[in-house]
Nanobody, 120 residues
Framework: VQLQASGGGLVQAGGSLRLSCAASGRTYGITWFRQAPGKEREFVAAISSGGGSTRYSDSVKGRFSISRDNAKNTVYLQMNSLNAVDTAVYYC?????????????????WGKGTQVTVSS
């Protein structure tokens, strides 16, 4: 399984970005995490392989939306109303299962991170 995250960048507070996680191989549940400087990697959002189940951290619920296009084997993270606390490197990972997993330890595969910087 190979994952490729993209779409990060610099955005002003209140703005939006859409991240993509392109996967190779079979269709699995995908989870987004983020890691700010000096902090541990934390769960952001996850989606099941079929897209029917999603889960969000409390800090992004109502602002971020996860979706997927299985024809392209790509998962998207739409991020709206961004603020400075969202500044981090964002990673996508998979446990190579169909269901949702939300812990770092459950991930067996990771993509390289993409930097999101929100300026205030």
């Amino acid at each position: 399984v190979q994952l490729q995250a993209s779409g990060g960048g610099l955005v002003q507070a209140g703005g939006s970005l859409r991240l993509s996680c392109a996967a190779s191989g079979r269709t699995y549940g995908i989870t987004w995490f983020r890691q700010a400087p000096g902090k541990e990697r934390e769960f952001v959002a996850a989606i099941s392989s079929g897209g029917g189940s999603t889960r969000y951290s409390d800090s992004v619920k109502g602002r971020f939306s996860i979706s997927r296009d299985n024809a392209k084997n790509t998962v998207y993270l739409q991020m709206n109303s961004l603020n400075a606390v969202d500044t981090a490197v964002y990673y996508c990972g998979t446990a190579a299962t169909a269901d949702i997993r939300t812990t770092v330890g459950a991930m067996g595969y990771w993509g390289k991170g993409t930097q999101v910087t929100v300026s205030s």
